[in-house]
């Protein structure tokens, strides 16, 4: 099973990721540390069809809230 994990990075991704490959799924990690930017639409449907996955986990997180305090538009 192919499973893209949004936020991959993270603390709970991480040790998801971990149990995942553990059990043999394949991960793919959608994270902005590996320049995977989740409101990129473009890049994110290129990674869907390229990885054509299973499901998908998301826990991707604004880690910098007062960034929606200043740009209202990226909710």
């Given amino acids: 099973m192919k499973i893209i994990i949004t936020g991959g990075n993270g603390f709970l991704g991480k040790r998801l990721i971990r149990e995942l490959t ?3 799924y394949i991960v ?3 994270d902005l540390i590996n320049n995977y930017d ?3 639409i ?8 390229d ?3 299973n499901t998908i986990i ?16 990226l909710i």
């Fill in 51 to 53: 990885f054509k996955p």
């Fill in 58 to 73: 998301h826990l991707a997180a604004c880690a910098v809230l007062n960034i929606f305090a200043e740009n209202p538009d």
């Fill in 38 to 40: 989740i409101l990129n």
């Fill in 22 to 24: 553990n059990k043999n």
């Fill in 28 to 30: 793919f990690i959608y």
């Fill in 42 to 49: 473009g890049q994110l449907q290129k990674v869907f069809n």
